[in-house]
C-alpha cells in the first residue's frame, strides 16, 4: 500500500511528503513504507512524531504541521507538497480543526486505508468539506481489474448467506482458506513442525491463484501482488 500511495502521490507531481501516523503498529508501518518507497522514487519525506491515540486535541501537531507546509511551500511551491496521514476515524477531528487556517488546505492531502469510507468523515460537515477542498483520497484493497470467473457467483453465495455484499478483503478471506486447506493437502505433518508450516503456505500460496488474485507472499508475509482503489468525497451539488 506504501509503495502504491507513493507512486500516486509522486505521478501527482509531489516531491515533498509531510506524514502524520496514529501512534500505532499498522499505521507507523504505513508512515514509514511511504517514507521508503516516496524517497526511492526521487521525493523527499518529512516524518512528524506519531500521535498518541487518545488526544483531545491536535493544536501541537498542528501548528508543527503548518510550520512544515509553510517551509517548504515556500521552497519547492504548494502544488509540490502534500500531508500523508495514516489514521482511523480521528481525521474528522483533525480535519476540522486544520479547516479554520488556509495555510492547510493549500496542500493536497492524502491517507491511508484506516480512513476509508468512514461515516465518521463523512458525517461530519467541516470535515468533509476540507476532505473536498484538498482532494483527499486513500487506497483500499482492490479486486484484479481482470476479474476470476468465479468471482460473480462466489460473491453471489456470500451476500445470500449473509446479507452482506463482501468486500475484496471478505473474498481474501475465502482464498486464504483454500491456501490452508490445500497445504494442509499437499505437504503432510505440516502441522506438526511450525517452521515447515510457515515455508509449505508461502509456497503454496505462490501457486495459487484466487478470485482476488495471485496470493504470492513478499518476505514479510504479505502479498507481493495487490489492486488498490482509492476513495474521497466528492461533493455533487448539495450532496457529498
Not at 509531489?14 to 499498522?26: P, Y
Not at 508501518?29 to 524517497?39: M, N
Not at 460537515?125 to 481482470?146: I, M, Q
Request: charge should be negative; glycine fraction near 10%.
Amino acid at each position: 500500500e506504501g509503495a502504491a500511495m507513493s507512486r500516486r502521490m509522486y505521478s501527482a507531481g509531489k516531491r515533498v511528503v509531510i506524514a502524520l501516523s496514529r501512534n500505532d503498529a499498522g499505521n507507523i508501518g504505513l508512515q514509514t513504507s511511504v517514507r521508503s518507497a516516496f524517497t526511492s522514487l526521487g521525493g523527499q519525506v518529512e516524518l512528524i512524531a506519531p500521535y498518541a491515540t487518545n488526544l483531545a486535541t491536535y493544536g501541537p501537531l498542528l501548528t508543527e504541521l503548518k510550520s512544515k507546509i509553510q517551509s517548504y511551500s515556500s521552497s519547492v511551491g504548494a502544488n509540490k507538497v502534500a500531508v500523508y496521514i495514516a489514521c482511523f476515524d480521528e481525521a474528522a477531528a483533525i480535519f476540522s480543526q486544520a479547516a479554520t487556517d488556509p495555510v492547510f488546505s493549500s496542500v493536497s492531502w492524502y491517507g491511508g486505508d484506516g480512513i476509508v469510507q468512514s461515516t465518521v468523515l463523512s458525517d461530519n460537515a467541516v470535515a468533509r468539506e476540507f476532505s473536498v477542498a484538498t482532494g483527499f483520497n486513500a487506497p483500499n484493497f482492490g479486486l484484479p481489474s481482470n476479474s476470476h470467473p468465479d468471482l460473480a457467483k462466489i460473491s453471489a453465495a456470500i451476500k445470500a448467506d449473509s446479507g452482506i455484499e463482501p468486500d475484496a478483503y471478505a473474498l481474501s478471506v475465502y482464498d486464504i482458506m483454500w491456501v490452508i486447506g490445500l497445504t494442509i493437502a499437499n505437504y503432510p505433518g505440516v502441522l506438526n513442525d511450525y517452521e515447515y508450516l510457515k515455508t509449505s503456505v508461502a509456497d503454496q500460496a505462490e501457486q495459487y491463484y484466487g478470485i482476488t488474485g495471485p496470493t504470492i507472499l513478499n518476505v514479510n508475509g504479505d502479498r507481493a501482488i495487490g489492486s488498490f482503489e482509492y476513495w474521497g468525497i466528492v461533493k455533487v451539488g448539495t450532496e457529498y
